[in-house]
């Protein structure tokens, strides 16, 4: 189903699989663009998750 070929908006074919990626992609390029605001303006941006590097870092004991 992923492997199969889908109509782009341009008349071509793409694969599913193909689609999906550039949706994530997209989320990705805007999730930056909104941090890249929020720490000009000097305000944190949230985590997605809720940790940070440098959290993570700690818990783990540093690099390895």
């Known amino acids: 189903m992923l492997a199969s070929p889908r109509r782009d908006l341009d008349g071509g074919t793409v694969k599913a699989w193909r689609f999906l990626m550039a949706m ?7 999730r930056s663009q ?14 997605i998750y809720g940790w940070r590097m440098e959290d993570v870092m700690a ?6």
């Open 59 to 64: 818990k783990v004991g540093g690099p390895r």
């Open 34 to 47: 909104l941090d890249c605001y929020l720490s000009l303006a000097g305000v944190e941006p949230p985590q």
């Open 24 to 30: 994530v992609e997209h989320e990705v390029h805007h």
